[in-house]
């Protein structure tokens, strides 16, 4: 079946460094979707993307839809420490078929 | 509004036990989902509701039987479970617009089977 690369798999930052998180696909999406999960708590989303070379922002958080459609980041600018979670990417090819999501990236901010 | 919304927010049972899990939104969303996660793994689809008929069913055993009363609500009915079957149990719901369709997950049921 489809799989999503996400990358990095971890990563340990400080306090008000920017971060930035990628997704990979060996197929094309017509949606990328960003996910935010705290532990034991449903992923929150966080930044929808519809259209190849969409850029789109949530306040600190900044997303692109690439334009092949095979690929996606998230960058998130002066990292603070609730930033702390696991971020999930996801791809759908339409409406009607399941999400494809990467394995997730675990943020550690160090204070 | 994007809230989904479901309990109990913890459960367990043992594996003679008979339970149920409900997902509730008020979005008019057409399509509901139940998903299943383990520790640091993503979310898995076990079920798909669209217009309130099953339209995906990703080869779950059938101690685990899904309901959907009407367009708000979904639930997981429970039956003869394994302790593999401990898990958070992710509820979502969708609907198509414009732009695309997004998925939006409610705070998961944390399911412990002993």
């Known amino acids: 079946g489809q799989q999503l690369n996400q990358s990095p798999q971890s990563m340990f930052i400080q306090e008000g460094e920017d971060v930035s998180m990628n997704c990979t696909s060996s197929?094309?999406?017509?949606?990328w979707l960003w996910y935010k999960q705290d532990p034991g708590e449903g992923p929150v989303l966080l930044i929808a993307l519809y259209k190849a070379g969409e850029l789109t922002s949530n306040g600190r958080l900044t997303a692109q839809f690439g334009i092949t459609r095979k690929d996606s980041f998230l960058n998130i600018s002066a990292s603070i420490p609730s930033d702390v979670g696991i971020y999930f990417c996801?791809?759908?090819?339409?409406?009607?078929?399941?999400?494809?999501f990467g394995k997730g990236t675990r943020l550690s901010v160090i204070a | 509004d994007t809230e989904v919304t479901q309990t109990p927010k913890h459960l367990v049972m043992g594996m003679t036990n008979k339970k149920s899990l409900k997902c509730e939104q008020h979005m008019g969303h057409r399509a509901m989902y139940w998903y299943k996660q383990k520790a640091k793994k993503p979310p898995e689809l076990m079920f798909v509701?669209?217009?309130?008929?099953?339209?995906i069913n990703e080869s779950v055993p059938s101690r685990f039987s899904p309901e959907c009363p009407n367009s708000s609500l979904l639930n997981l009915h429970l039956h003869a479970l394994q302790p593999e079957d401990s898990a958070l149990y992710l509820c979502?719901?969708?609907?198509?617009?414009?732009?695309?369709?997004?998925?939006?997950f409610g705070p998961g049921t944390r399911l412990l089977v002993l």
């Open positions: 197929s094309i999406f017509n949606t």
């Open positions: 509701y669209s217009y309130e008929k099953l339209s």
């Open positions: 996801a791809g759908q090819w339409t409406g009607n078929t399941p999400l494809v």
């Open positions: 979502a719901s969708s609907q198509v617009s414009t732009g695309g369709e997004t998925q939006y």
